[in-house]
Every structure is written in structure tokens, then in C-alpha cells.
């Protein structure tokens, strides 16, 4: 058989299936639809003992040479918590306790729902997995904003701040122009 007679198979198609009402990617030979959902990224704001936090610097796009907390995609299989803890080990070999979600961020211009939670090292032995430069512990007044990776690791940090000493909250979301206001004050 020639290549020119090879049928190139699979979704390649962009319609709106049967009972749908946006456009996916589709096989008009089998009726496959290929859905495309938005990524799940897991993380943690990681304190030791005497309240500092876990920080990495990037080694990988984007942002690299930025700092940001210890997060990923999560793995097939896994809970959000485990792929939190993962990523600590991953990219700073730490070895953590996640506690409660401190935080669901949407960012839909990425496709991402971001889940990061509180978190306590078990251990200050702490050092560069593949994707970090380096890897430190920093209390609130050594955080080097300007150089922060993504608004949700601020989010994050402002959050994990204004929580201090409080169990009783729910999950914080996208924080409203009021909070980034009063967070501008917290440095």
C-alpha cells in the first residue's frame, strides 16, 4: 500500500458532536471525541518549624530563574494530595505533611485549576530536584517578590499569611481586587 492510500485515522476533525454545544476535536471514521480539559496543577506553601517557607527557583519555561512554591501537574492515579507531596520531593527533595487546602485557583486563560495546599516539612534537609536552580527557606521578610514566578504563588504566600494561627477557613479562590489591594500593603 502506498502512503497516498493510508487513511491518517484518529480525531482530526473540529465539529460539534451529537448533543454537545462546542466544538472538539473528532475521528469522523469511529466517532471518537477527543476532549481537552483543562490541566490540574497540585502544590503546597511548606513551613519548617519556625515558619519559614519552602521556595524554588525555576530550572525549567516559563519562568525560569524564578521562584515559586513546590507545584506540578498531577500524575494519572494519584490524589491531589500524594501529587502535592511528590512535587515537594521532586523538585526540592523535601519530604512533607500536606494539610489542609489552603487555596483553588482558575486560571482559564492557561486551562489550569490550581489546587495547593498548607503543608509542614518533615525535615529542613531540603535540596535542587531536576526542575529547581536551587532551593531555600525563606521567612516573610526574606521572600524575594520581585522575582516570584506566577500571581498565584503571591496569592498563595498573601493567603498562607493572612491564615496564620486560624484552622476554621475554607479553600481560598482567585482573590478579588479588594484582597490584592490589601495584600499590596502586607510587604
Not at 123 to 142: K, R
Request: proline fraction near 9%.
Amino acid at each position: 500500500m502506498s502512503d497516498d492510500t493510508l487513511s491518517p485515522g484518529g480525531p482530526r476533525v473540529r465539529a460539534i458532536p451529537p448533543g454537545e454545544d462546542r466544538e472538539r476535536l473528532l475521528c469522523p471514521d469511529c466517532g471518537y471525541i477527543a476532549y481537552q480539559n483543562p490541566l490540574i496543577v497540585v502544590g503546597s506553601v511548606a513551613t519548617w518549624e519556625d515558619g519559614r517557607i519552602l521556595l524554588c527557583r525555576r530550572a525549567i519555561e516559563p519562568r525560569k530563574g524564578f521562584w515559586t512554591l513546590p507545584a506540578g501537574y498531577m500524575e494519572e492515579r494519584e490524589s491531589t494530595a500524594d501529587g502535592a507531596a511528590r512535587e515537594a520531593w521532586e523538585e526540592a527533595r523535601a519530604r512533607i505533611a500536606t494539610g489542609p487546602l489552603l487555596a483553588i485557583y482558575d486560571i482559564p486563560r492557561i486551562s489550569q485549576v490550581q489546587l495547593i495546599f498548607h503543608a509542614r516539612l518533615l525535615s529542613a534537609d531540603i535540596a535542587a530536584g531536576p526542575e529547581s536552580e536551587e532551593v531555600g527557606l525563606f521567612a516573610w521578610e526574606e521572600i524575594p517578590w520581585g522575582e516570584l514566578a506566577f500571581p498565584t504563588v503571591h496569592w498563595a504566600l498573601r493567603e498562607h499569611r493572612e491564615r496564620l494561627g486560624r484552622g476554621d477557613c475554607a479553600p481560598a479562590v482567585n482573590p478579588t481586587p479588594d484582597a490584592l489591594a490589601r495584600w499590596a500593603t502586607m510587604l
